[in-house]
């Protein structure tokens, strides 16, 4: 009998949520006081949320950015983890990723998205990704202009990072439990960007239980980059010829719905592959097992 990868993952990724989280730890025991992380990691934890202790790699690039700094350092980190584990830091340790998988268990079986959609639904991700980096990129070389400040000005609080301001973590986090303490004077502040927070919120908890890892197939920009380059990791999957059977198990079971049984053999990285294993625990028949190189 084959171990399961599975409940080891899941075990990582509440050990990890639990240390990204550390403020809602110590909110809730007196015991220890866990210190805040100041490492920046390829997994979507906000700067604005007043519970998170890491600084995710994505809003620091953005913010570094937002003040004219080249982010060659985080980038490069990203390029390092990307080339060498590809998106296992997605499958193993996001704790949006870990919302997204215990909203998902609400239902009774798991949806499945038309082939057509589910493409070009992939797409916006990628999209987000070039309008966020064009809108930062530009707004750090016009820093160095005179005309910088009034740039900035116009883009308000987009300034310092679209994703770092309309968060879902952050709304969850942060933004409701300030509303629903202030009662109705809160009510009587509310203004667009609120409206617009709590959209986004409703969006992800919608999709998240309409669609496995609705955020990470569709919206994430921080996924979209880790894809690129996952295309090139040293660790990936491989597909036994002699063994697989060509049964549709790891299809059915992959959350991003990768088309496994279309890739190569030898190996294959996909870029929305998160690395989770679930297709390798999926097979009856052993045929998935992890490469490197």
Not at 55 to 63: E, K, N
Request: glycine share 6%; aromatic share 12%; hydrophobic share 45%.
């Amino acid at each position: 009998m084959r171990i399961k990868v599975w409940p080891f993952r899941y075990t990582v990724k509440l050990m990890l949520f639990l240390i990204f989280y550390t403020s809602l730890v110590n909110s809730i025991q007196n015991f220890y006081t866990f210190p805040r992380l100041a490492i920046p990691l390829p997994v979507w934890v906000t700067l604005n949320s007043p519970l998170t202790s890491p600084v995710g790699a994505f809003d620091l690039l953005q913010l570094m950015l937002a003040h004219g700094q080249a982010p060659l350092l985080i980038l490069s980190i990203l390029l390092i983890i990307g080339c060498v584990f590809g998106k296992i830091f997605c499958g193993w340790a996001c704790p949006l990723g870990f919302m997204q998988e215990l909203i998902i268990k609400l239902r009774s079986s798991m949806p499945h998205v038309s082939r057509s959609i589910d493409i070009a639904a992939k797409k916006v991700k990628y999209l987000l990704l070039f309008i966020i980096l064009t809108v930062s990129t530009t707004l750090a070389i016009s820093l160095k202009q005179e005309w910088g400040q009034s740039y900035r000005n116009a883009l308000g609080v987009f300034s310092y990072g679209p994703t770092i301001t309309i968060s879902p973590d952050t709304t969850l986090t942060g933004t409701l439990p300030r509303l629903l303490t202030q009662g109705w004077l809160a009510i009587t502040q509310i203004n667009a960007l609120t409206v617009l927070k709590i959209f986004v919120l409703i969006v992800f908890l919608v999709g998240s239980y309409s669609v496995p890892l609705f955020w990470c197939r569709y919206i994430c920009p921080l996924g979209a980059l880790m894809g690129i380059f996952a295309r090139y990791s040293l660790l990936g999957l491989k597909r036994s010829p002699t063994k697989c059977e060509r049964c549709p198990y790891c299809v059915r079971k992959c959350p991003t719905q990768v088309r496994i049984l279309e890739l190569p053999w030898e190996k294959f990285n996909d870029m929305d592959c998160i690395l989770c294993f679930d297709c390798v625990d999926a097979c009856p028949h052993g045929a998935i097992s992890p490469k490197i190189p």
